[in-house]
């Protein structure tokens, strides 16, 4: 089974709906990160959270928001989605070290078509 | 100017060539560097970190430059199982610490 998992792998929605991206984890990691990725910008981070408690703004956070339920499940939202929200969404997990130093883990990713 | 800049490729090299690409960054206050590999339509993988004093991992040598500011990915004898596209990514920690990906140097071995 795999250690990061996102569901739905696969979404087509409209603009001005409101969409969440799920993501959980069996590794255990404290930290957990939400980008996207573009073709030709490479990943970008959108939210993070070092631990249950904490929420942090990444580089293009705005028409975003997160939710850490518990230390396994970390989840998205696009409030009311737009067309130049579509991208590739990966989910990744770390070990707390400090910084961004550690290895990231990433989850399979969701393709968001928004028309 | 990006933060973070590579070469798109594509690189197109025979197998069993060496081929090697950069990344360069635009903070000196980068601290910690990295190489991921990323097969089409997959998430990214870890291949390396990058060591002030350069490191080796069979076939992948990584080495970081801090004068000229950029790090690089040298491949030995590649493979076909070589071809993907490889992200640099760079950390910065300071007051806010940020990681910044790279947009990818995009591999082909070809037989």
């Known amino acids: 089974d795999a250690d990061v998992t996102q569901t739905p792998r696969n979404r087509i929605t409209k603009t001005g709906k409101r969409i969440m991206l799920e993501c959980s984890q069996t590794k255990g990691h404290d930290r957990m990160y939400w980008y996207r990725q573009d073709p030709g910008l490479g990943l970008r981070l959108i939210y993070y959270s070092f631990d249950v408690k904490d929420i942090n703004k990444g580089e293009i956070s705005d028409g975003y928001s997160v939710s850490r339920q518990a230390q396994a499940k970390f989840s998205l939202s696009l409030e009311s989605a737009i067309p130049n929200q579509t991208a590739l969404y990966f989910c990744?997990?770390?070990?707390?070290?400090?910084?961004?130093?550690?290895?990231?883990?990433f989850g399979p990713g969701t393709r968001l078509l928004v028309l | 100017r990006k933060e973070v800049e590579q070469d798109p490729g594509p690189f197109n090299v025979p197998e069993g060539a060496t081929v090697a690409f950069n990344c360069t960054y635009s903070n000196s206050a980068s601290q910690s560097f990295f190489w991921y590999r990323q097969d089409c339509r997959k998430e990214p993988k870890l291949l390396m970190s990058?060591?002030?004093s350069g490191n080796e991992d069979g076939r992948f040598t990584a080495q970081l430059n801090r004068a000229s500011q950029y790090i690089s990915l040298l491949i030995r004898d590649s493979k076909l199982s070589d071809s993907a596209t490889y992200l640099c990514v760079v950390n910065t920690y300071s007051s806010a610490s940020k990681i910044i990906f790279g947009s990818g140097t995009r591999l082909s071995i070809r037989p």
């Open positions: 990744a997990t770390s070990v707390g070290q400090g910084g961004f130093q550690e290895t990231q883990y």
């Open positions: 990058v060591y002030s």
